[in-house]
């Protein structure tokens, strides 16, 4: 595990940004894993620009998204695969069959096991995103849940509901259950970046280094 520490979000951006094209350029052919939120943004915005400037192709890159909301359809402005087309998706060259998001909709706990099934079969993530929670949670995996956990349905706590709320018009509107990778899938993948920006997330990032690993700190 390596710390890399950057005097500013935009600098975190052009880091992780630049492992991602490194990742790439190595394999065209890469399995991205992907997430959404604030923190990604800014690395998003970078790949974009370099995709514009220097041409990097995605045409052979698949990708999986770690997690979406139940009830969400995908043209809602706040599910996840609204989120990434919005972002990421529509901006660069990437197959859209190759772009995977949780299915928010119909039956959520069958979509969990389809959603491990084929990322299984494509052979698994060579590089996976992660933003962290200010409690220490990675994708929706919250304090206490299980360590070997795959893709499933999770009940998000009030932490990350109030925490979401500033995306919907009221707190009454944010989705209470979601889709999302477990903290064994993503293990799995082969190196992984986490990236944390600002203050408020400086003590889930201190729990992740110097705590004992536990399921109070899934990160
Ligand atoms: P954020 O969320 O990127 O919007 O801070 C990160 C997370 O909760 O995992």
Do not use: W
């Not at 997430?35 to 052979?60: C, F, R, V, W």
């Not at 060579?126 to 349905?153: C, K, M, W, Y």
């Not at 997330?201 to 109070?216: G, L």
């Amino acid at each position: 595990m390596e710390l890399i520490i950057c005097k500013t979000a935009q600098d975190a951006a052009m880091t992780a940004g630049d492992l991602v094209l490194e990742q790439i350029k190595h394999n065209t052919k890469t399995i991205l894993g992907l997430a959404t939120g604030s923190t990604p943004e800014g690395m998003y915005q970078y790949l974009i620009k370099d995709h514009m400037e220097n041409g990097t192709s995605y045409a052979g890159v698949s990708t999986f998204n770690l997690d979406e909301y139940v009830g969400l359809p995908p043209t809602h402005e706040q599910s996840y695969r609204y989120f990434m087309n919005k972002n990421f998706f529509n901006a660069i060259d990437i197959r859209k069959e190759n772009t995977y998001v949780p299915d928010g909709m119909g039956d959520a706990p069958a979509n969990a096991i389809a959603y491990d099934r084929i990322l299984e079969a494509s052979g698994g993530i060579d590089l996976q995103i992660l933003g962290i929670g200010t409690n220490g949670h990675i994708a929706f995996n919250e304090p206490g849940v299980r360590l070997d956990s795959t893709t499933h349905v999770v009940a998000l706590v009030p932490e990350t509901i109030a925490a979401n709320a500033r995306f919907f018009d009221s707190i009454d509107d944010v989705p209470k259950t979601a889709i999302s990778m477990g903290i064994a899938s993503i293990l799995k993948a082969k190196k992984i970046i986490l990236i944390a920006l600002g203050e408020s997330k400086a003590e889930a990032v201190r729990a992740m280094f110097e705590d004992e690993v536990s399921t109070k700190v899934p990160a």
